[in-house]
C-alpha cells in the first residue's frame, strides 16, 4: 500500500502543521490497465506523523537486526563442513 502525503492548509496562524495522507494500491480494471485506487485519507498533525513514523522506523530497524542474524545462522548451517 503506498501512501501520498502533503501539506494541509492551517485553519489559524496557531493551529499546528497539519499533513493529509492518503493511503492508495494499484488495482487493474477491466480493461487490465493499473489504476491507482484511494483506500481512505486521514489527516493529522504533523509532529505525531513524525513520531508515528521514527517508531515504525525502529522496529523495522530491530526486524531487519533479527532477520541478518537469522540468515547468518542460514549461511553458517549451509557452509558448515
Not at 12 to 37: F, S, Y
Amino acid at each position: 500500500m503506498a501512501k501520498v502525503i502533503s501539506a494541509v492548509e492551517a485553519a489559524t496562524a496557531e493551529a499546528p502543521k497539519m499533513v493529509l495522507i492518503k493511503h492508495t494500491r494499484v488495482m487493474q480494471n477491466a480493461n487490465g490497465n493499473d489504476v491507482t485506487v484511494m483506500d481512505y485519507q486521514e489527516e493529522k498533525d504533523v509532529d505525531s506523523a513524525i513520531a508515528e513514523t521514527e517508531a515504525r522506523k525502529a522496529d523495522l530497524q530491530s526486524q531487519l537486526a533479527e532477520c541478518e542474524a537469522e540468515l547468518e545462522d542460514y549461511i553458517a548451517i549451509r557452509d558448515a563442513e
